[in-house]
T-cell receptor, first 114, second 118 residues
């Protein structure tokens, strides 16, 4: 069975500082990996995805993530955080079978200090 | 059009009511999903439709009844709900991928329906 762990429940960074959100997954083969962002009261928005190939993937809003098979990790990074980045971030793993079912981590709440 | 539209945005219903949530997408996606999200929790999968056929039902109680009338529309019919069913209901769509069209290339979510059962 696939699963995702986001070790950090809550992270606070200062505006302009760099950011790294951690994600570890469990899956028997190479998974599809995703990061989503959710602002309060809104749906989720896809930030980026990894299927295969280059292990460093670029996404929207200046985010990037690196797939590390040896560590079963897919950490999200941003070099300089903006106040508008404050939100809930979800890592998800999607099976290559099973009708496109994605399993989400519990999420990390990002607070940005001025 | 790169949106998934959900209506209504808010819904309050009594435990004996019948109501429906609607979802529409015009991106040509052939997989559509219903997720339920409680406060401060991740989305939980309820149903998956792939090419207009129900492919996954995650043991959802029968008081929730999904329907996919065509490739653009997804409905969730609600009847005799309980207060614990109050949540944000999210619709998503994706383009099936993988070797047999049974993976997803990332979801496009709607903004959700905030459901309160009284």
């Amino acid at each position: 069975a696939q699963s995702v762990t986001q070790p950090d429940i809550h992270i606070t960074v200062s505006e302009g500082a760099s950011l790294e959100l951690r994600c570890n997954y469990s899956y028997g083969a190479t998974p599809y990996l995703f990061w989503y962002v959710q602002s309060p009261g809104q749906g989720l928005q896809l930030l980026l995805k990894y299927f295969s190939g280059d292990t460093l993937v670029q996404g929207i809003k200046g985010f990037e993530a690196e797939f590390k098979r040896s560590q079963s990790s897919f950490n999200l990074r941003k070099p300089s955080v903006h106040w508008s980045d404050a939100a809930e971030y979800f890592c998800a793993v999607g099976a290559r079978t099973n009708a496109g079912k994605s399993t989400f981590g519990d999420g990390t709440t990002l607070t940005v200090k001025p | 059009d790169t949106e998934v539209t959900q209506t209504p945005k808010h819904l309050v219903m009594g435990m004996t009511n019948k109501k429906s949530l609607k979802c529409e997408q015009h991106m040509g996606h052939r997989a559509m999903y219903w997720y339920k999200q409680k406060a401060k929790k991740p989305p939980e999968l309820m149903f998956v439709y792939s090419y207009e056929k129900l492919s996954i039902n995650e043991s959802v109680p029968s008081r929730f009844s999904p329907e996919c009338p065509n490739s653009s529309l997804l409905n969730l019919h609600l009847h005799a709900l309980q207060p614990e069913d109050s949540a944000l209901y999210l619709c998503a769509s994706s383009q099936p991928g993988g070797d047999r069209g049974n993976a997803n290339y990332g979801y496009t979510f709607g903004s959700g329906t905030r459901l309160t059962v009284v």
